[in-house]
Structure formats: C-alpha cells, structure tokens
C-alpha cells in the first residue's frame, strides 16, 4: 500500500543535513602509488551506493517472498530508497570531487528503469494482484518467483543484472511448473504476472546490455589495495571485498590505498533497530529501516581508508554484520 | 433526451454504448483513478484495508466502460479488450489503441463521430404559448428578437396541400423555411404560418449537364450530401447551410462566389403557387417579369415551390490571405482578384473598432492534397472555441486587437487546403451565443457600385464610432450586377458590406440601433448603393423606395396578382401600402 499517502515512517533518514563527513577525509590522493590502471575515482565508494541497492533490493525480496507472496511487497518505500539515499550520498561528494557524468548518467538510468518496475509492480499488485493473493506462497507460481528472485540475487553479487538468462527462466515456467493444482485464479494470474516480468526484463536485459558495452568500457574485477608494509595486493571486488578485507586486518595490516584511494570510504552494516548507530573513528551518513525484516536496520558509515582495517575489527568483536565494503 | 444528455457522467462512466474521443478517455481515465485513490485511502483510513475492494467493481466497471467506448470509435468491438489476456503485446496495444489511435472520422456501426452535431441547426417549429388554448404560435428567427405571434402553423407534406391551403386560405398567409432571415421576413401577425421544410424533396437531377431540380423546403445542406459523391458543387450560395433553398432564393442571396453575384444568377427556372392556387413555371425566359418578381421579393405575389439550379464542379481550394490597409483593397481587389479565373471564393474582414486594415482571405483552385480529412464539413455538437472568440472580440477593444494581432495571424498561419463544398457547409451554430436573452449578434449588410468603396468605407466607420457600435466583423464581398430582379440589391457590379455587431436586447438599445442604422442607409443611398432586407425593417418607407426603386412595380404586379393581400410578411406590413 505503499504508493499510497498513509506513511508509517520513512524510508531513509540522513544522519544530519547536507555534508556530515569531516571535509579532510575528501580529499583526492595526488599521487597513488597503485597503478593507474587500477586506479578509481575517489567518490565512486558513495555512488556504487544506490547500484548495490539494486542488489539489495532483490536480496530482500527473496527474503520476504519465502514467507509471504509478491503482492504485500512495499515496492514504493524500495523506490523511496534509491531516490533519497542517492541524494544523501551525492552531498558528502559534492564540490569535494570532480563531477563523475557517467556515473551519475548510469545512475540515472537504472534508478528510473527500477522505478518504472517498482511502480508498475505497485500498482499492479494494489488493483489486480490483491484480488487473488493468498498471503502466503501457496501456488507453485509464487514458489516459482520465491526461487528466481533468490537466483538472480546470487547472480547479481558477482555479474552485471542483464546477463541474466531470463529466457530460460521463463521457459522453466512454462515447462516445468504444474499447470494444475488449487487456487486456480492466483495460478493464472501470477503465471501472466511472472511471464510479463520476464519477458520485459528479457527484452529490456538484451538492450541494456547492448548500450553499456557501447558507453562503459568493462568492469575490472578486482581490486588494488596498498597495505601500510607499501606492498600492493590485489582482492576480489564487490562482495567478496569485505571478507578479503577483514582477513588482511586480522593479520594485522591495515590500508593506505584501496583502488588509489585514500579518502573515506563507505560501508553498510545492519544493526538491531534499536541501535544507536555510532562507531569509532567511522562517521554515520544515513540509516534505512530494513522494510521487509523490521527489526533490523541497514546503517551507512564512512571511514577514511586508513582506519578500515580498525572499523572492520571493531564491528567483527562487536558481533555487527558487515553488508557490504564499497570497494570503489 | 437521450440518457446521455441527461446524465452524461454516468453515461460517460458506466454505459458501453457509443463512442468517445481520445480526449474524453484520457480524461475519463484521470477521474476514474484520482476517485479511486481518494476512496481507496478514504477506506482504508477510516475502516481497514478489506473495506477497500467494495470498490473494486466500480472501478473495474468503469474502466470497461470507456474502454469499450474508446475501442468503438476505433470501429472495434469491446471484446478487442481480451488482448490484455496476450502478455506484454496485449497490454501495450491497447494502450496505443485506447491513448494514441485516432477514431475514424466517418460514423461507425457503433456510432457518430463523438462531438459531432447529426445535423446542422435548425430553428424550432414554432414556440407554444403556454396555457393557450388556440392554435396562436410564436414564430421567431434567429436572433430572438422578433416575436410575431401567428394564428396557426402548418406543415404541408405534399405540393397538393400546399395549393388547397393557398386556394382556401381565410386568413394572411405568410411562408418560412430555415428561418435565418432577422426581421420577421417570415411572418406576419395571426397569419397562418408555412413551414415550408417537409417540401424537401429533389426531384430531378443531371450530373452531365450539372443541375438540379429541389424543392424549396430543402436545405443547402441537403443538396451538398446529394451532389457531393457526384463531384458536383453549388454555384451559388451563401456562407452557411443551414438555409432553405426557398429562403435563399427569396432573399436572394450571395455567397463570397468570384465571377458570380447574387443567387438568381444560377436559377434555371422555378415552379411558383400563385395567390389563386395555380402553379406556373417561370423563368429569365419564359413569363420572365413572374420570375423577376419572384427571386429576392420575399414572397411578394407567389410561393416558390421547386427550382432548378446551376452546380459546378466540387474542385479543391486553398486558402491564401493577405493583410493591408482600408485604401489598398480596392485595387488589389482589381488587379488580383476580379478577372482571376483561379479565385474561387473571396472575402476582405475589415476589423473593428479602427475600421483601418482589411485581411484579404481568398480559396484558390488548386491540385495540393486537402488539408482536411472529409469531403464535407463536419458538424460539431458545440463550437466552445468559436463561441469564446465570439464573445471575447465582442467584449472591448482589447478582444478586438487581440484577434487582430495575435488569434487571426496565427489562425491564418496554417494551412488550409479542402473542396469547394467543404467551404460552402458552415453552420450557423459556430455563431450561436450561450445565450441570447440579454444580448444578441444581429447581421446587417449594405451595397455600393465597385468605384465607392473607399467612400463608403469612411462613412460607415465614422457612423460605428460616433455611435460606438460593437462591431465584431465587417466582411467584404463582391457581386456582379443582378440579371433583373424587382428588388435587385446590385443593379449594378457591386461590393457588399456584411457588418455583424452585437447588441442588447431591451427597447432603448433597439431604438439606438435604429438610429444608427438608417444614417448608415443614407450613406449607402448618397452613394446609389442599397442595404439589404433580410434584417430588421429600420428603413423608412423613403429610404426603402431610394434603395428598391422597382419596388412601385412589384407593388402594382402585387396588386394585380395577389388583390387581398394573401401573402404577408414584416416587408409587405411595413411598406406595401
């Protein structure tokens, strides 16, 4: 219901108006010593934020649809999310940090196009998915989208969303999925439902797909660290980032550059919803209640990268679960 | 009344039957969802969630509904609607079919074209006076501002009526027909009154030798829809079509015709019903001085009751405009226009409240594709964008130099290409006022020889400022002489002055406009001009003798013809004596 006016609370809250990171941890590093090749813009850590949301997103979703079905999904306060967490990120880098066009262009894209697909979504699970739902996944059809959902999210952690084989999802729909059984309306209309979202992701995949490798060149998919011994290592990016990163800490390193950088660097965590949310030498940016898993929170925090390996162990003894490290 | 003029919303909202345009829709959709959002969240506050899908059916009724309307103004059936069944191809068809797809421009099998009027206006059939017991009606014309009470009303459906109710008339008789006229041309008080239009017949036509034989009951409009699928045009007729041809012609009327004049010049012959009940055919040839004391006397010694007339070829225009000052028509008029074989309609709108520019509008032969999609004009049910400019140029000086400098420039901007008879098909309801109780748009015209103009011009602007005359147009024709009928307004080769203003209707401001109104017939006679009598009898008997000269003759073939003065009318009350 969340398109509509009634809100419970809101979806993001900023730790404080306009920049909340001390000015001296955005500072770009003149002279890395990681190779240019592997060196990122330093402002990249907040922008990837509202990218791995997508990843987030869906990874919520896959949570929420084992116990319940698509239709009570809050799709609008997901949209709500993109939107104002993209707009706190964007007032700690600006001014601080050359204006990254394409990024903020690809940005732009997919926070519209999964805007589109949320709205879409809203709308239609308010007027016609409610007609039929079952609350729980009943059907083997909701079962069906429980399982795609956690697929795709385990594809995205590591590839780009539109190398996705939808196609064969949407044969395994139609093959392999029991035309029979009870809740005969629910049945049909979440199979049209299912066959509409494939088909357009399929379609819309294929395009994207086309456009990025003319625009982007390919994504390197690694990352250059430079430990306080000068020497440089190379770990694995995104996901894997954060454990690789916490196993050099534990070896007692910490970092002087990560991609070139040694400006702050973000990172999420999700605390108990009562938390207070604040970490030593890290700064809180914003902290988004986690909608389909209420008694958790998701917390932004910045930490300049020669203090990570220090946060990374702090929150480990803390027992804090580390959602993501923003390897830039 | 239909259900639809009765409840329209509800037609709109919950009936399948009909058609709407993609406007109507896009609109009708809005309302259909903000309402369900606001109710939506209305229920949802004050009960719980659950409460919500009581309007669920409403919705989902509703959203049929005008979809089923939109996809019949396609030509589709309603059950085009099951593609939302086809995933994503179905869906997004019909958004294209419902949003986007224009509707087809002719009536369907589900329907007319949304918007349009079935037919042109039409006067009533007479007002009833309530609680009279007598068969005493009100007859007026268009403009509502002359109320002649009548003893009777008929309506002859045969000639053969027609001619016993001449033979055993024991009262006045006086004849109408679309009833456009604006001074009580078609009655006469406790005379019996004759409608003409059920006498609306054609009885003979000839696409090879381009003519046709109507009866005088038949409208313009008529004649369009039978001669158009044949390539044929009228050669004569006025602006609008709502006119009886036996109006017309006792009016004797003109169009924006080049080359041509008044209507009598594209009559062959017509078959008149004389006072005594005979029925004669006349024409320039044959009993000539019944013919020329028939065409444009207003019914003064017989009825008309069928006529043959000239058509032409229905050839496509286009339009071309120019704008200059008053002085600087008359020989662009010459130079450009009189002998051009290629003009066919022409026109100079000289504009109010200064009277110092004139915007030439002439529709040229042309092989260009038409601009417009039909053959015909297409009639709407209501002109709220001409009816807004109307009442805006009539409103102050800034409504006039508004359309002068920004609406007509950019209205003349586009292009307009169509066919003869899609120009000759405008409906006198793009003129209709809201209302016409308080304040009214009278028409009134006046002729002068060619070489006057620019003389006629100065005085008449200078009688509308003096006497601070809302004038909303002055539209300038031409005319060559008239063949020879009694009350010729161009005895001569002639431009014609068709002044429309607005006025009030209470009894100061009609003797106001009298005023005006015969000094601006004494500029029209010291300039051997004429003014024309279809409108208000303002004229004095002087200044109707100076402007009709060979009116004594009718007077006399009247006399003669018609001794007791059956056939009666505003003219015949106010001058025959």
Redesign the interface.
């Known amino acids: 219901?969340s398109i509509?006016?009634?809100k419970r609370q809101l979806s993001t809250i900023a730790a404080g108006k306009g920049l909340v990171i001390p000015k001296e941890w955005l500072v770009t590093n003149k002279n890395p010593v990681t190779p240019a090749k592997d060196v990122r813009p330093a402002d990249q850590t907040f922008l990837t934020f509202p990218e791995w949301f997508l990843v987030f997103s869906p990874e919520e979703q896959a949570n929420y649809f084992k116990q319940h079905t698509a239709t009570t999904f809050p799709y609008m306060r997901h949209t709500s999310q993109i939107w104002k967490s993209y707009r706190i990120v964007n007032k700690q880098i600006k001014g601080n940090f050359p204006t990254n066009w394409g990024y903020h262009f690809m940005i732009w894209v997919i926070g519209v196009s999964t805007t589109v697909e949320y709205t879409a979504k809203s709308l239609y699970e308010n007027?016609v998915g409610r007609?039929t739902d079952t609350g729980q996944p009943a059907t083997a059809e909701d079962q069906f989208n429980a399982k795609y959902t956690q697929d795709y999210v385990a594809f995205i952690k590591d590839l780009p969303w539109y190398q996705f084989d939808f196609k064969s999802r949407l044969k395994d729909l139609w093959k392999n999925t029991s035309l029979s059984g009870p809740h005969f309306f629910r049945k049909w209309e979440r199979r049209?439902m299912l066959?509409?979202e494939l088909?357009?992701k399929f379609i819309y995949g294929k395009l994207i797909g086309i456009g990025t490798k003319q625009v982007y060149e390919v994504a390197l998919l690694n990352t250059a660290v430079v430990l306080d011994d000068d020497s440089l290592h190379y770990l694995p990016r995104y996901d894997k980032f954060a454990a690789a990163a916490l196993e050099l800490a534990q070896q007692g390193h910490s970092f002087k550059e990560i991609a070139g950088n040694n400006s702050a660097i973000l990172l999420t965590v999700w605390v108990p919803a009562d938390h207070k949310t604040d970490f030593a030498n890290a700064q809180t940016v914003f902290i988004q209640p986690i909608t389909s898993y209420p008694t958790m929170k998701r917390v932004a925090i910045a930490t300049p990268v020669s203090a990570l390996s220090g946060v990374l162990l702090e929150l480990k003894k803390a027992g804090v679960q580390v959602e993501h490290v923003f390897d830039f | 009344m239909t259900f639809k003029d009765k409840l329209p919303v509800s037609y709109l909202l919950f009936t399948t039957r009909g058609r709407i345009n993609r406007l109507t829709y896009w609109v009708a959709a809005l309302f259909i969802w903000s309402t369900f959002y606001v109710l939506y969240n209305l229920l949802n506050a004050a009960f719980t969630p659950a409460a919500t899908f009581i309007i669920y059916p409403l919705l989902f009724w509703a959203l049929f509904a005008t979809a089923a309307k939109r996809l019949h103004d396609t030509n589709k059936s309603a059950w085009w609607l099951a593609c939302l069944l086809v995933p994503v191809a179905g869906p997004l068809w019909l958004v294209w079919l419902l949003g986007f797809r224009k509707g087809t421009i002719y009536p369907n099998r589900f329907g007319t074209v949304p918007g349009a009027a079935a037919d042109y206006y039409k006067n009533d059939t007479g007002a009833l006076i309530p609680h009279l017991k007598t068969e005493e009606r009100l007859i007026n014309d268009v403009t509502q501002l002359n109320p002649v009470l009548v003893a009777q009303i008929v309506v002859p459906q045969t000639v053969e009526e027609l001619q016993q109710m001449v033979r055993t008339a024991t009262r006045p008789l006086s004849v109408g027909g679309g009833r456009f006229s604006m001074g009580g041309q078609t009655a006469s008080p406790q005379s019996i009154h004759i409608d003409m239009r059920a006498l609306n017949k054609v009885l003979a036509f000839s696409a090879e030798q381009k003519t046709i034989t109507v009866q005088a009951g038949a409208r313009w409009c008529d004649i369009q829809h039978y001669i158009d699928p044949h390539g044929l045009s009228i050669k004569i007729m006025q602006t609008y079509a709502n006119f009886t041809v036996g109006g017309a012609l006792s009016v004797n009327c003109h169009g924006r015709y080049i080359g041509l004049g008044p209507l009598i010049l594209s009559v062959r012959s017509l078959n008149v019903l004389l006072a005594n009940g005979d029925i004669i055919q006349v024409s320039p040839t044959e009993k000539s001085e019944i013919f020329y004391a028939c065409v444009g006397c207003y019914n003064a010694i017989a009825i008309i009751v069928n006529v043959t007339l000239d058509l032409e070829d229905n050839i496509a225009v286009k339009r071309q405009q120019v704008k200059m000052k008053g002085h600087a028509y008359k020989p662009y008029f010459f130079e450009n226009v009189r002998e051009n074989k290629d003009v066919i309609f022409h026109n100079g709108d000289i504009y109010p409240p200064f009277y110092k520019n004139i915007r030439a509008v002439s529709w040229v032969r042309t092989d260009e594709k038409p601009t417009e999609k039909t053959r015909l004009m297409p009639l709407a049910a209501a002109y709220p964008l001409e009816r807004y400019f109307m009442g805006a140029f009539s409103k102050n000086h800034f409504g006039k130099w508004r359309r002068e400098f920004i609406i007509d420039p950019l209205l003349y901007k586009f292009k307009k290409v169509h066919y003869r008879n899609y120009e000759a098909g405008y409906d006198v309801m793009e003129l209709e006022p809201a209302s016409r109780r308080q304040s009214t748009y009278v028409l009134q015209e006046y002729f002068v020889p060619v070489q006057k103009f620019d003389a006629f011009l100065a005085l008449m602007s200078e009688i509308f400022i003096r006497h601070n005359v809302n004038v909303i147009n002055v539209s300038i024709r031409h005319a060559k002489a008239d063949s020879g009928s009694l009350l010729a307004w161009a005895r001569e080769e002639v431009f014609a002055f068709v002044v429309y203003y607005k006025q009030n209707t209470d009894d100061a401001e009609k003797g106001r406009v009298a005023v005006w109104t015969r000094e601006l017939i004494d500029a029209a006679l010291s300039l051997d001009g004429a003014y024309y009598l279809p409108y208000q009898p303002h004229a004095t008997s002087e200044q109707f003798h100076r402007a009709y000269p060979r009116a004594k003759e009718l007077f006399t073939l009247k006399k003669e013809l018609d001794p007791t003065g059956k056939f009666r009318n505003v003219i015949w009350d106010t001058y025959y004596k």
């Open positions: 219901m509509f006016f009634f007027i007609l049209y066959t509409t088909a357009v």
